[in-house]
């Protein structure tokens, strides 16, 4: 089973470095003095190795964050050190399968092979053509790369010897799962400024001082950095494009459904087992013996089960007519469903509407127009990159293209204008002063480069002009000191045998609260504090300006006999095995690295990343 698993593990790495070649990765060979980029013992990582993995690197940061990298940015990730740390622990791994002569057949590199989609023919079945044609594309020779299909299982092999077979000890089990699947049972009571004793005076001015003092991250105005930013939005160039009166008619034709909306019923529809059973139930209504609503409860529903929306002739099928018959409000049935009869309520009608092209005009050029602009703005962005790989500022980006040039005073706190866009606000944030632009898309389509020009360190403000936000915030403390002293002699007044329910305030009961749990209405620390409690313990806690007596009752320990139980256990056991069998694969590989000798040849590193990674990573 284990020799299976590796199996079909290299398969799928095989198929990912073949693709990654078709894709266009353009790999080289560097040859002569630079054919190979490291020694690991006597396994080698070439230059082609390194170029696919660093390439491979790029385009996983892109698709994941969706952002274009220049060669400059990628190092500054250390991407390039990410792939060579990868190659050098795969290669230790390739090393130490050749020392102990961990070695696969012939047979099982030609069927790892031939069982490669990447490799198989129109008849499904591998082709020898396709084979030697993907090989040649990718600058492969066909014994070099089969001789990494062998050293791919040798080393997959190794890994299975060393991670395979790992069980994880029950009592650890167990201890975990007790651990997180125990509980609580707790009483609590909430004291907010209604429950004062005595209402807490207004600050006077050194009090006032001394807070702003004591609190100056409160009132301390964040890291404030100056922007030049240019901007493009679908919005800014919507209005001077004209779409053509044949393209807004058969947009028009393709949306019909949005513009002529039949005559519809605002129904909700209860269904019965037997036409006996809705018949009774139709002829209570009529009685007055019971309410629609009644009906509903009767059947265990609630109004939002049987609503229905608004419904067409067509949506109600067989019962239709009848409940289109209806002139106003009211109950017709039993009537046919899919579901059996039914009572259908009908609660309003709704007019036919229809909106005429001309009527639809102005919204369709203006959707339209959107529409070319984000287009015309996505086509504008490799002018704009240009521009700033040739030095352009914001100013010259709004005088050469139709981006608008802005400044702001931007931190944390600010969100008004550009600063709305979340993809600004990420930019602003992770730009320093001296940053190569870059060039960013918002979420309207539109596009935004900026520039740092300084940046105003961390300011407190002056007590005179946050003197309001002062007082309210020593306000809320000093409530919450008050409402903590208070609940601290009232808890220990239970602790001395008075009871809880003496309190004069509501009490809260929870029971069976689990570590993961939020009970609405208390602190963030109250699960965490209940957790550290014994039973018939009482403790305090503030927040907010509130304070919270808090006493647990009981423990209730895990029911382990339950069958779903033991179903979490034998997951978690799983998982916990694979990460245990993960974690002992790293240190050994580590290992081996450390005592293995490494060469890197640096020269050969940079010859890579001059020539682009094997074939640049400019677009996505």
Do not use: C
């Not at 795969?90 to 050749?98: F, G, R, T």
């Not at 651990?179 to 909430?190: K, S």
């Not at 919204?363 to 086509?379: K, N, P």
């Not at 029911?559 to 050994?588: N, R």
């Amino acid at each position: 089973m284990a020799k299976k698993k590796v199996m079909n593990t290299v398969s799928t790495g095989l198929l990912v470095l073949l693709m990654l070649g078709l894709a266009g990765f353009g790999l080289t060979d560097f040859g002569g003095s630079v054919r190979n980029a490291a020694t690991v013992g006597n396994a080698e990582i070439t230059t082609n190795d390194f170029s696919r993995a660093y390439e491979g690197q790029i385009n996983n940061f892109q698709r994941q964050t969706g952002q274009r990298l220049t060669p400059q940015q990628a190092s500054a990730f250390g991407l390039e050190r990410a792939a060579l740390a990868q190659l050098v622990a795969d290669a230790a791994l390739e090393n130490e399968a050749m020392e102990i002569g961990i070695s696969v057949g012939d047979e099982n590199v030609g069927a790892e092979i031939q069982q490669s989609p990447a490799f198989q023919g129109l008849s499904g079945d591998f082709d020898r053509s396709t084979y030697e044609l993907a090989l040649q594309q990718n600058g492969l020779s066909v014994s070099d790369f089969e001789a990494r299909v062998r050293s791919d299982i040798s080393e997959g092999l190794l890994r299975s010897a060393v991670a395979g077979g790992i069980e994880t000890p029950s009592i650890f089990v167990d201890t975990l799962f007790n651990y997180a699947r125990e509980t609580r049972d707790v009483t609590w009571a909430r004291l907010t400024n209604e429950n004062l004793t005595e209402d807490v005076p207004a600050p006077t001015e050194a009090q006032l001082e001394e807070h702003h003092t004591a609190n100056e991250a409160e009132f301390t105005q964040p890291e404030t950095k100056s922007i030049r930013y240019a901007w493009l939005t679908p919005e800014m160039i919507a209005g001077d494009i004209q779409v053509d009166e044949t393209q807004l008619r058969a947009l028009y034709d393709e949306r019909i459904n949005e513009f002529q909306l039949p005559e519809r019923r605002l129904v909700e529809r209860l269904i019965y087992t037997t036409e006996e059973a809705a018949t009774e139930a139709k002829a209570r209504l009529d009685a007055g013996d019971a309410t629609f609503e009644d009906l509903v409860a009767e059947r265990g529903l609630s109004l939002e089960n049987i609503d229905l929306g608004d419904a067409t002739l067509a949506d109600l099928g067989g019962a239709g007519d009848a409940i289109f018959a209806l002139t106003e409000p009211g109950v017709a049935g039993p009537l046919p469903s899919n579901l059996g009869p039914a009572l259908y309520r009908m609660n309003g009608i709704l007019a036919a509407q229809e909106t005429t092209f001309e009527e639809a005009r102005d919204d369709l050029q203006t959707e339209a127009a959107a529409e070319r602009a984000r287009r015309i703005i996505f086509d504008t962005v490799p002018q704009v990159e240009d521009l700033l790989a040739g030095g352009a500022d914001p100013a010259l980006l709004a005088e050469r293209t139709d981006m608008q040039e802005g400044r702001i005073e931007w931190n944390v706190d600010v969100f008004e204008g550009i600063a709305a866009y979340p993809g600004f606000r990420q930019l602003a944030a992770t730009t320093v002063e001296g940053d190569f632009a870059q060039v960013v898309e918002l979420d309207d389509g539109g596009i935004v480069t900026l520039t740092v020009d300084g940046v105003t360190p961390p300011t407190l403000r002056d007590l005179a002009d946050v003197r309001e936000e002062v007082i309210a915030s020593w306000t809320v403390q000093a409530t919450q000191d008050a409402l903590e002293a208070q609940a601290e002699r009232l808890a220990q007044g239970y602790r001395d045998g008075r009871e809880m329910a003496t309190l004069g305030s509501a009490l809260s009961f929870d029971r069976a609260a689990t570590r993961d749990r939020f009970i609405e209405g208390t602190p963030p620390n109250f699960t965490e504090t209940l957790f550290e409690m014994e039973p018939g313990e009482l403790r305090v806690l503030a927040a907010d300006g509130d304070a919270w007596i808090l006493r647990l009752e009981t423990i209730n320990a895990a029911d382990a006999s339950d069958p779903e139980a033991q179903v979490l256990k034998d997951a978690f056991a799983a998982q916990m095995a694979g990460e245990l069998g993960g974690a002992i694969s790293g240190a050994y590989t580590q290992a081996l690295v450390d005592n293995t000798g490494v060469e890197i040849n640096q020269a050969a590193i940079n010859a890579v990343l001059s020539y682009g990674g094997g074939g640049g990573h400019g677009g996505m």
